[in-house]
């Protein structure tokens, strides 16, 4: 069965710091990867995706995240952080191409920017 | 073009009653799928709609239940409501042009705030 984990449920860095947000999945098919973020009272926002080609990806906002299929991981990354940053983020797997809306998601990390 | 509306955002019910939430997809996005978000479980799967068939589920009991109309907008139901029920709804569109195409992102609406009391 396909699985997420997320490393960490709260992550603190300072202003400027590189921001480091781990996930491993879990998954008996090629996967589709997914960083999602959601700021308080609002839905989620897709960062950036991982579905075939280029193992390192490039977001929004300045994040990137490399799909690493021997360790099974999909870590995000950020080299400075900013207070705008502060947000939930969510790993999340599906897989196979079909379609079929589904997505599995990590149980998220708080990451909080100290000033 | 507008973003996934969902209605209503907030909403208070007591137990055993029962809600309906709504969804209106991205203008051509034909694929709708919900979640429910909560503290202790997360985020998880509910169903998804394509064409106004149910094509995929997940674990929850028969008392969540879910339709799409022949315009896309998606409806979902909770019977009898439970304490435990208290969650935000997630709704998420996305185009589907065929399995060949490949994957197509999913967008999210800002969710329903459901509190049971």
């Known amino acids: 069965a396909q699985s997420v984990t997320q490393l960490g449920s709260h992550v603190s860095v300072s202003e400027g710091a590189l921001v480091l947000l781990r996930c491993n999945y879990s998954s008996s098919v090629p996967p589709y990867l997914f960083w999602y973020v959601q700021y308080p009272n609002q839905g989620l926002q897709l960062l950036l995706k991982y579905t075939t080609g280029a193992t390192l990806v490039k977001g929004i906002n300045g994040f990137e995240a490399e799909f690493k299929k021997s360790e099974t991981s999909f870590h995000l990354t950020k080299p400075s952080a900013h207070m705008s940053d502060a947000a939930e983020y969510f790993c999340?797997?599906?897989?196979?191409?079909?379609?079929?809306?589904?997505?599995?998601f990590g149980q998220g990390t708080t990451l909080q920017v100290k000033p | 073009k507008a973003g996934v509306t969902q209605t209503p955002r907030y909403l208070i019910k007591t137990r055993g009653q029962q809600v309906t939430l709504s969804c209106s997809p991205i203008s051509g996005h034909r694929s709708v799928s919900w979640y429910q978000q909560t503290p202790g479980q997360g985020l998880q799967f509910l169903f998804e709609y394509f064409s106004e068939t149910q094509r995929n589920k997940g674990n929850f009991p028969g008392r969540f239940s879910g339709r799409q109309f022949s315009n896309s907008r998606s409806e979902m139901n909770v019977s009898t409501l439970e304490l435990g029920d208290s969650a935000l709804y997630l709704c998420a569109s996305s185009f589907y042009g065929g399995a060949w195409q490949g994957y197509n992102e999913q967008f999210f609406g800002p969710g329903t705030r459901l509190t049971v009391l």
């Open positions: 999340a797997v599906t897989y196979g191409s079909s379609n079929t809306g589904k997505l599995i």
